[in-house]
């Protein structure tokens, strides 16, 4: 099987959509499958992989962090015309995905799409509501042209069914537990003393749309007997990054942005994690954390809680509610008990979440699409 993958977003960006996505295609290598991964040049340096094909980028004006890909058609259809992938798999909807979905009905191949960001979710947040309507009569006039779209947690699948799209499966994630794990004895920290506090740790972008402002007032806004027990670790940079620094008091620590085994270690040091968002459609730093056995309040919106099961795995607030997730903080630093019962449980529930799992029912899924293709062609 050749695959050809067009995604807006891969390595080395370090967000969940790119990181899953290489995590794919180095899947599809080791099964002896041929891959082809169409995606923009990148803002950072890092190593290329010869089987990605890069289009030219540049930052998108609202968010620089993402790259707007402007591909040469000519260069890009020669490319493909030279793989001659068996199978399109478009995880973006923007221009990569377009320029993929151009190719691969002209050329009559099978295509499938993953859906993987609430694109709609974030419009509030940059004063752009108006453009809703608009924005879901493009994503469903795209994805109905996929002959299986890829969700990653069934309240995305259950979205998309509302919007009247259908062939969804579900393909939801997967964690390396041999890399995200805890602490082991004598291991030094990435992080200054903390003199008896315990640390409430958030990773991800630094922007609007993770409801940062619910987790920084909700901190600000703690008792004295609780504020003076904890301290707050925000890993990773965006658009807020500036302002949440101006904003936030002494015990509030910045590392700006990690990856790797350095972000690893900032998950086993610290005792809570705190992920206030309400627009995620799965949040892959839930896996993390829960490798990693900490305990994790989120909130309980979206993809996120599949995996957090509120008094099992996690402990669950009203989304966008600084009072109750003020109130989560609180109940997780005063039961100690409460917080080695949720870590406990959800390391035993991030071991079940194997990646090869994930990968491979995907792969069957993939060969279910071929079949199908290749019994219209014989019936034709």
């Known amino acids: 099987m050749k695959v050809v993958l067009f995604t807006d977003t891969y390595r080395p960006e370090v967000n969940g959509v790119a990181m899953t996505l290489g995590r794919l295609a180095d899947y599809l290598k080791e099964k002896s499958f041929s891959v082809k991964v169409v ?4 803002s950072m340096i890092g190593r290329d ?6 289009s030219y980028s540049l930052p998108f004006f609202p968010y620089p962090e993402v790259r707007v890909a402007i591909p040469n058609p000519f260069t890009l259809q020669k490319e493909l015309r030279e793989f001659a992938p068996d199978l399109c798999h478009i ?9 993929g979905l151009h190719f691969c009905k002209k050329n009559r191949t099978p295509v499938v799409a993953s859906y993987h960001t609430h694109f709609d979710r974030y419009l509030p947040y940059y004063n752009l509501s108006i453009l809703k309507n608009g924005l879901w009569a493009y994503v ?35 964690i390396d537990v ?24 958030y990773v991800g972008r630094l922007a609007p749309e993770k409801d940062l402002s619910i987790l920084m007032e909700a901190y600000e806004s703690l008792p004295p007997h609780i504020k003076r027990r904890v301290r707050l670790v925000l890993v990773g940079d965006g658009p807020m990054a500036k302002e ?11 590392t700006g ?5 350095e972000l690893a270690r900032f998950y086993r040091f610290a005792d809570l994690f705190t992920f206030p968002s309400s627009t995620e459609t799965y949040g892959n730093v ?28 996690g402990w669950l607030v009203r989304p966008r509610d600084v009072d109750a997730f003020r109130q989560g903080i609180v109940t997780l630093v005063e039961d100690a008990p409460l917080r080695e019962r949720l870590s406990r449980q959800a390391l035993f529930y991030a071991k079940r979440q194997s990646w090869e799992n994930v990968f491979s029912n995907l792969i069957r899924s993939y060969q279910e699409v071929l079949q199908k293709r290749e019994q219209i062609s014989i019936h034709a």
Request: proline share 9%; glycine share 8%; charged share 25%.
């Open 178 to 201: 041999s890399f995200f794990r805890p602490k082991e004895k004598g291991e030094a920290s990435p992080l200054p003393p903390a003199h008896g506090k315990l640390t409430l740790l």
């Open 286 to 313: 839930i896996l993390e954390a829960f490798a990693s056995g900490l305990p994790v309040l989120a909130v309980n919106q979206g993809g996120v809680k599949e995996n957090v099961r509120h008094g099992e795995t």
């Open 39 to 42: 995606a923009p040049l990148p």
């Open 257 to 261: 942005f990690q990856q790797g085994e």
């Open 140 to 174: 469903k006039w795209f994805y109905s042209q996929a002959e299986k779209i890829y969700a990653p947690s069934r309240e995305t699948e259950k979205l998309l069914r509302e919007h009247g799209l259908n062939s969804i499966e579900i393909w939801p994630r997967g």
């Open 49 to 54: 992989e010869p089987h990605v094909f890069r």
């Open 244 to 254: 949440l620094r101006e904003k936030a008091d002494d015990s509030v620590l910045f």
């Open 91 to 99: 995880a973006t909807p923007f221009n990569l995905g377009l320029t």
